[in-house]
């Protein structure tokens, strides 16, 4: 396990949740409160606000169209599940032009570029990143589920 599913492990204020398809994992979804995470440092965290960190499997056999939308969309009613959420938090990667484009699809609003500082603890190193702030309010109706993604 490497250090970083250590220091999620340890803390009450960060969860990670394996996705799986057909019993294969497919994702790791991580959620976590913005006042106990490095992003902190960045912006001003409000009541309400979650933080949402998804990192995707690499794809074996054939690509799934469709599949990241539906995956986080669905990822996105779970998060907002819990009425005490009213806002998810995204930093991903600047230069994930894919990630960026997917949160932009999906409704999140780009703040602006941010520097998440190195991290360099016993139990857990974390490089600086340059990251995109991005915020998703809390829809006043959630949208319905979504269908399975289709095998061709």
Do not use: W
Not at 104 to 119: A, K, M, S, Y
Not at 122 to 147: C, I, M, Q, S
């Amino acid at each position: 396990m490497n250090s970083s599913c250590v220091d999620v492990d340890r803390r009450d204020t960060h969860h990670a949740f394996m996705v799986r398809l057909n019993g294969e994992p497919v994702a790791l979804f991580q959620t976590y409160e913005p006042t106990e995470d490095r992003v902190s440092d960045c912006y001003a965290v409000r009541e309400g606000d979650i933080g949402v960190h998804l990192m995707l499997a690499p794809v074996t056999g054939r690509p799934r169209p469709g599949f990241s939308r539906t995956l986080i969309g669905s990822l996105i009613r779970f998060t907002f599940r819990d009425p005490a959420v009213l806002r998810a938090v995204a930093e991903p990667d600047a230069s994930n032009a894919k990630a960026l484009a997917l949160l932009n699809r999906l409704g999140f609003v780009r703040q602006g570029e941010i520097t998440l500082p190195e991290i360099d603890l016993p139990e857990v190193y974390l490089p600086e990143k340059r990251a995109v702030l991005a915020f998703l309010d809390r829809p006043a109706v959630l949208p319905a589920a979504v269908a399975a993604v289709r095998h061709a």
